[in-house]
C-alpha cells in the first residue's frame, strides 16, 4: 500500500495518508461532498449528517479504478430496438414511473431529490 504524507489544512503540519484526522489539531480529512447541502462527511457515511442526503452509490470511483473503464460489460442500445414508451416530456415519465400524478416540475423536483435522484 501507498504510505505517503499530506498536509493538514489547518495547521500546517504534515500528517501520513492513511490517517482520518490531524493529531496536532483534529482536522478531520473528509473525503466525500454532500451534492444536496455541500457539507463534507467522511467516507464511510452512508446519509449525510446535515440534510439526511442518502448516498446511494456503495463506494467512489477513483482514477485508478478498472472497473468503472471496463465499458465491455455495458448493454448498448441497437438500432431496431424500439422504445418501451414515447415521453413527450419527463414529467409524464416520472409520473408513470413513481405512481404519482404531480403537475407542477418543482414539486416533482424536490420529491426526486428528497428520494436521492
Known amino acids: 500500500m501507498y504510505q505517503g504524507w499530506k498536509e493538514c489544512p489547518r495547521c500546517g503540519i504534515e500528517v501520513k495518508n492513511d490517517e482520518g ?15 444536496r447541502c455541500g457539507k463534507y462527511i467522511p467516507d464511510y457515511a452512508k446519509i449525510c449528517f446535515d440534510c439526511g442526503w442518502y448516498f446511494y452509490w456503495e463506494r467512489e470511483i477513483g482514477e485508478d479504478d478498472e472497473d468503472y473503464y471496463e465499458y465491455d460489460s455495458y448493454e448498448y442500445y441497437e438500432e431496431d430496438d424500439e422504445p418501451v414508451e414515447d415521453y413527450p416530456d419527463m414529467l409524464e415519465f416520472w409520473n408513470s414511473e413513481l405512481g404519482t400524478d404531480f403537475e407542477d416540475e418543482n414539486e416533482l423536483g424536490q420529491y426526486l431529490d428528497d428520494l436521492g435522484y
Open 21 to 35: 484526522y490531524c493529531p496536532e489539531c483534529g482536522w478531520v480529512f473528509y473525503n466525500k461532498r454532500c451534492p
